[in-house]
């Protein structure tokens, strides 16, 4: 199974901070990389509008030291709203208890601001790709289970169902090998001359009783003689008409049975 390229997409970026400068510095080192689009909110309240909008952002970059809502309410707040979406710290705020409370809450970076520019945003980069490869990734391989899992629950209902057939198809076999055991024996121990014969009134079988009756073997008459020769003549073109009749109307194979004559719509049975 190949799996697609999960960076061939550009990584659209949510950068959140309250100073306009910075924002307009880190949008501009950060789209000088190729695939990497970014939109600016000057505080976490504006950001989250953007988000309730629809907006769709493959990370969130966001300062620490912000008035009203900082860096790690605004963290929580997306851990509650919209789960595992990638969230980097990005602040000049290096506290080690700030660092703590925001992995404590699921940050997936925490990235601090230094002196040069170029340095401090050639590794926001590096951490911003890698952090939506690997979210990208998990989505891949959570979308591929699930249809795996769902072909492996289809390919168990078919199991199971063709488990049944052949269950049934084999209860149907049995049926009718213990239908032919003894219908064979009904019809080759019976006292009453019978035969069978196909739709075109070749005689296919006679029995024991039937071939004394007529004074011909079985060979003489299987497959090589009409059952309508048997017949009185008077009687014969009635019969023959009872059994063209027989496939429109199954009825018909009642008012024969008076007869000596049973006609079923595959093969005709008669007797004395």
């Known amino acids: 199974m190949e799996f697609p390229q999960v960076l061939d997409s550009p990584i659209s970026v949510l950068y959140v901070d309250d100073e306009p400068t910075l924002l307009e510095i880190g949008k501009i080192y950060l789209e000088q990389e190729e695939g990497i689009c970014v939109t600016t909110a000057d505080n976490p309240e504006g950001a989250i509008r953007l988000l309730a909008r629809g907006g769709e952002y493959d990370v969130i970059v966001s300062d620490y030291q912000m008035p009203g809502m900082d860096g790690i309410l605004f963290l929580k707040y997306i851990r509650r709203t919209y789960g595992n979406l990638p969230f980097l710290i990005f602040t000049g705020e290096g506290r080690e208890e700030v660092v703590i409370e925001a992995l404590n809450n699921g940050v997936d970076y ?24 690997r979210c990208r990734t998990e989505k891949v391989l959570r979308s ?25 198809m084999d209860a149907m076999q ?31 079988l006679v029995n024991t009783a039937f ?26 073109s009635l019969m023959e008409e009872y059994y063209r009749a027989r496939r429109l109307d199954r009825r018909v194979c009642r008012n024969t049975m008076s007869s000596g004559l049973w006609v079923s719509p595959e093969r005709c049975v008669i007797f004395t």
């Open 110 to 133: 925490y990235v601090e601001k230094a002196k040069v520019p170029e340095l401090q945003f050639v590794d926001l980069v590096h951490k911003i790709r890698h952090v939506v490869s």
């Open 144 to 168: 591929t289970y699930d249809k795996l899992q769902s072909s492996s629950d289809e390919l168990a209902v078919y199991s199971e169902e063709l488990n049944i057939r052949e269950e049934n």
């Open 174 to 204: 049995e049926a009718l090998r213990e239908s032919e055991q003894t219908y064979e024996a009904i019809f080759a121990h019976t006292r009453s001359p019978t035969a069978i014969f196909e739709e075109d009134m070749t005689i296919s």
């Open 211 to 236: 071939a004394e009756l007529t004074g011909f073997t079985r060979a003489e008459m299987e497959g090589r003689m009409r059952w309508s020769n048997f017949v009185h003549p008077d009687d014969r």
